[in-house]
């Protein structure tokens, strides 16, 4: 109660504009109490009125009251200053316009402390501390200050919500229960709430329960962006040391070219200028026997010209042909066209490894997303469509390309290509240029003949008859047959009676990551001929097997 006490001597000494302890306190004529310069303040907003009035209990002076400061309130006011007293703040004290205040206040309310959900009345600590002590406290349902204690009040009734109809789902009066809502499904509010807060802690517990699964998957999505990471800094450590190494390689050859071109080149003009000083001292030797010859024409005594015409006019045999053979002026250059032709291989490997290496790259996913499913209408199909051409590099003997590399026929005669690894050598077969990865979609146009249109792995056997260099023979190929008569599906060997509309088209959709494989009649409808599910572990590439001579089968351009 001391405290209170102090609580009510603060009250009594502080200013009821400022809310703080007063300062150059100062008593109006009606007996308030105020801080000069605040009562000052608010007058001066009223010296157009020329009334002044108290802003406690509104009594009014003219003329403006003379303010005299109250040297007892001073006085008292240092007092209270030294042994600690200090105003409450207002927002700890006296209720604001947002605030919950005291029902129980009069006057100037005080902010609520409490409020009770059955007398439906707020207090301030210092009116709520008699119920405190009262027998009746019990009885009291306090909560958190609450404006809203009037919606617990029927407005029909008057009465206190106590009841709950589970048929309208509504909070109601008794009177509502045996009126409007007689016979329907009704108990206490406090039974609703019992029942209900036992389903919202099974709520609780499946939040609970997500809540960690998400911070379970949060740490794991958190150790797969480190792994990403790592996995990213090596890739490209790894990458820099393997371009590191072909840039060193590159330079190397580059210096031993340069190397072998000097070396010939000083080879060459040291062959040139030894044959050079062996013909200019046979010059000088010739013209020592002219100056010889000349002076023994002039010789005017017979005895001494026929004495040394012998050992004078004898000539001795040349030390070079009489000719020289000089190449063509290409001495050179047919280095820079060997360097050249490297230098477009190279940028051809480059070309089509930077397309693997680059979807490769594309593909990393580390969320499984629900994959995308597959196109129903060809427009649909047409927006993954890739331009294929033929690889000349793998063509057999008797495929003839052209068309820009897009069409191939089959031939009796055999064509003389230059040898390579990549080449076909059993079967009349071809590879695509291109590998094929992601989401694509060709087609395939034949006349005069049957045709395998396949797809397969890069290291599919090339040469030799054997099974493991024919496109569906292996594990490493998948292909579709038609020779005008009816489809077959062929992989490892084994063949797949396919049915459908026979057409001179077909359409080719490949989903490299989902593994899906699909061969469709093309006319004016997609009728699906064969779906191959499965896991691809490596690019592919598309393949033509011409089965007949004369027929042809092109890469239809789609965009």
């Given amino acids: 109660m001391a405290q209170q006490g102090a609580q009510l001597d603060q009250e009594n000494f502080s200013c009821s504009i400022c809310l703080d302890l007063l300062k150059d306190p100062v008593t109006i004529p009606c007996g308030h109490s105020y801080c000069m310069s605040c009562i000052n303040n608010f007058w001066d907003g009223e010296d157009k009125k020329e009334i002044y009035s108290c802003p406690q209990c509104s009594m009014t002076f003219t003329p403006r009251p003379v303010l005299i400061k109250n040297t007892m309130s001073a006085d008292l006011m240092e007092e209270l200053k030294k042994t600690g007293l200090q105003a409450a703040p207002a927002d700890l004290c006296y209720a604001g316009p947002e605030d919950v205040a005291c029902d ?14 059955v007398c439906l009345v707020s207090y301030c600590e210092k009116h709520l501390q008699p119920d405190y002590e009262s ?98 800094d090596k890739a490209v450590e790894d990458s820099e040391k393997i371009f590191t190494e072909l840039i060193r390689l590159l330079q190397k050859r580059s210096s031993d070219v340069k190397q072998q071109i000097r070396s010939q080149q000083e080879t060459e003009v040291s062959r040139v200028k030894d044959l050079q000083a062996k013909l200019q001292q046979e010059i000088t030797e010739l013209k020592r026997k002219d100056a010889e010859l000349k002076q023994l024409s002039h010789t ?77 209408t060809r427009a649909g199909f047409l927006k993954y469509s890739r331009e294929i051409t033929l690889d ?21 005669q055999q064509l003389f290509y230059s040898s390579h690894p990549d080449r076909f050598t059993g079967y009349p077969q071809v590879l695509s240029k291109e590998s094929l990865t992601g989401r694509c979609y060709w087609e395939v146009i034949w006349r005069a003949g049957g045709v395998r249109i396949a797809v397969t792995y890069k290291n599919i056997r090339r040469e030799g008859l054997a099974n493991e260099s024919i496109f569906g023979f292996n594990n490493k190929s998948w292909a579709l047959r038609y020779d005008d008569k ?32 699909s061969f469709y009649s093309v006319s004016e409808t997609m009728t699906l001929l064969h779906r191959v599910q499965t896991t691809f572990t490596q690019p592919l590439y598309a393949g033509l097997y011409i089965l007949d001579d004369g027929a042809t089968a092109e890469f239809c351009k789609l965009k």
């Fill in 104 to 117: 129980v206040c009069t006057g100037r309310k005080l902010k609520a402390f409490k409020s009770c959900l």
């Fill in 135 to 232: 027998p009746t406290f019990i009885k009291l349902k306090l909560v958190d200050p609450s404006a809203k204690l009037q919606e617990n009040i029927c407005s029909r009734h008057d009465e206190v919500m106590k009841m709950f109809c589970r048929t309208d789902q509504q909070i109601i009066c008794y009177l509502c229960s045996v009126d409007e809502h007689k016979g329907h499904d009704t108990v206490s509010a406090a039974a609703e709430i019992t029942e209900r807060q036992g389903e919202l802690e099974v709520s609780r517990l499946n939040v609970q329960q997500r809540i960690q699964d998400r911070e379970k998957d949060v740490k794991l999505l958190q150790q797969e962006v480190e792994a990403v990471s790592l996995s990213a």
């Fill in 300 to 376: 005017e005594d017979h005895n001494q010209f026929l004495h040394n015409y012998p050992s004078v006019s004898q000539l001795s045999e040349p030390t070079e042909s009489s000719s020289i053979d000089i190449c063509p002026l290409r001495y050179f250059e047919d280095v820079t066209a060997a360097v050249s032709e490297l230098r477009d291989k190279l940028q051809d490997i480059l070309k089509e490894e930077w397309t693997n290496i680059s979807l490769t790259v594309t593909e990393v996913d580390v969320l499984l997303s629900e994959p995308e499913p597959e196109p129903k």
């Fill in 392 to 412: 000349p590099n793998t063509a057999h003997e008797k495929v003839y390309l052209c068309e820009g590399k897009r069409r191939v026929q089959r031939i009796s």
């Fill in 486 to 517: 009816s489809y077959e599906f062929w992989f490892n060997n084994i063949s797949t009676p396919v049915s459908g509309p026979p057409s001179s088209r077909v359409g080719v959709y490949l989903d490299h990551r989902e593994g899906i494989l």
